[in-house]
């Protein structure tokens, strides 16, 4: 089993920036990659950004150019860097792992994280 601890959500005007940290501990051995989802009232889940251990990275285009991931590969942290905030980025961030980076675009993780808020106010 893995398990995925969230931190950094919480409330920002619009344009600013907001820093998302996800620490894996447990059986990490399975994981390549890691990455975020986010899901807005009424909506369906969806991809933010997915990383792999190798430093391959993956944004869907709504945060092209305002977000940036990364991982700490000996911390096992995965780090989403969130520039430029938009009231529609408002969601509940959920912190993702899988063994590909794949699985993790897919929103097929292996594993979740519990969830954390990010409310962006015009």
């Known amino acids: 089993q893995v398990q995925l601890v969230e931190s950094g959500g919480g409330l920002v005007q619009a344009g600013g920036s907001l820093r998302l940290s996800c620490a894996a501990s447990?059986?990490?051995?399975?994981?390549?990659?890691m990455g975020w989802h986010r899901q807005a009232p009424g909506k369906q889940r969806e991809l933010v950004a997915a990383i792999s251990r190798e430093g391959g990275t993956h944004f869907a285009d709504s945060v092209k150019g305002r977000f940036t991931i990364s991982i700490d590969n000996a911390k096992n942290t995965v780090t989403l860097q969130m520039n430029s905030l938009k009231p529609e980025d408002t969601a509940v961030y959920y912190c993702?792992?899988?063994?590909?980076?794949?699985?993790?675009?897919?929103?097929?993780?292996?594993?979740w994280g519990q969830g954390t808020q990010v409310t962006v106010s015009s």
């Open positions: 993702a792992a899988a063994p590909s980076v794949l699985m993790v675009r897919r929103g097929i993780p292996s594993y």
């Open positions: 447990g059986s990490i051995f399975s994981i390549n990659a």
